[in-house]
């Protein structure tokens, strides 16, 4: 079945130390999302890529980057994981334009 | 900036029929409305998506007036496995990708 995959569904990381959460389609979409979603809260999304298109939202940190090396992967990654940072992963993909988005099983981040 | 507000929780008995209202004031001309549900420890998964007027699918109906100012998304006979957190988005190329704070349903026998 076609769907989005993310690994590891869990990851812990220490204070400081970098991380990589990745995602995977097969639906062959154009558009790819990551977002964060702490407990009891909303979705927040990070930035997406629309093709090879990096569009970061303007309040997310500088310590996440993004990198989509073909239209199938992509990757976050958290250069200094801080206690806040600690939270549920999302990735989701799309058509492009207003379709329904496509969300992987998340990645729960613990920072220790 | 289309933001979304919805009830924070709503109550109902199994086979009862559901309405979620969404407010969506700003909403740009080129916006779409579309609810998602979510389980706890589950990504979102798309409910239904629309512009105007009424849309149907297997699982749900969307209402939205003529201004477009707010939407209703109508559970027929809701089950105990309803129980979940339903968004309300809008999205489109004017406003930002953002989710509401999301309605939590509870259904119980």
């Known amino acids: 079945d076609a769907m989005v995959i993310q690994n590891p569904r869990y990851q812990v990381t220490q204070f400081g130390k970098p991380v990589t959460l990745s995602c995977s389609q097969t639906l062959n979409h154009n558009v790819m999302y990551w977002y964060q979603q702490k407990s009891s809260q909303a979705p927040k999304l990070l930035f997406h890529?629309?093709?090879?298109?990096?569009?970061n939202e303007a309040d997310t940190p500088d310590n996440f980057q993004s990198r989509r090396p073909n239209t199938s992967f992509c990757f976050l990654d958290i250069r200094s994981p801080g206690l806040g940072d600690a939270a549920m992963y999302l990735c989701a993909t799309s058509r492009a334009g207003p379709y329904e988005q496509y969300f992987g099983p998340g990645t729960r981040l613990t920072v220790t | 900036l289309a933001k979304t507000t919805q009830p924070i929780s709503m109550d109902s008995y199994e086979g009862q029929e559901v309405n979620i209202t969404c407010s969506h004031n700003n909403i740009a001309t080129n916006d779409y409305i579309t609810w998602y549900q979510q389980f706890p420890s589950q990504g979102p998964r798309f409910i239904i998506q629309?512009?105007?007027t009424k849309v149907t699918n297997e699982v749900a109906s969307l209402f939205i007036p003529a201004d477009r100012k707010s939407s209703t998304l109508s559970l027929p006979r809701v089950s105990l496995s309803d129980t979940a957190v339903y968004y309300c988005?809008?999205?489109?190329?004017?406003?930002?990708?953002?989710f509401g704070t999301g309605t939590r349903l509870q259904v119980t026998l």
């Open positions: 988005l809008v999205e489109g190329t004017a406003s930002k990708l953002t």
């Open positions: 890529y629309y093709d090879k298109d990096f569009n």
């Open positions: 629309g512009y105007k």
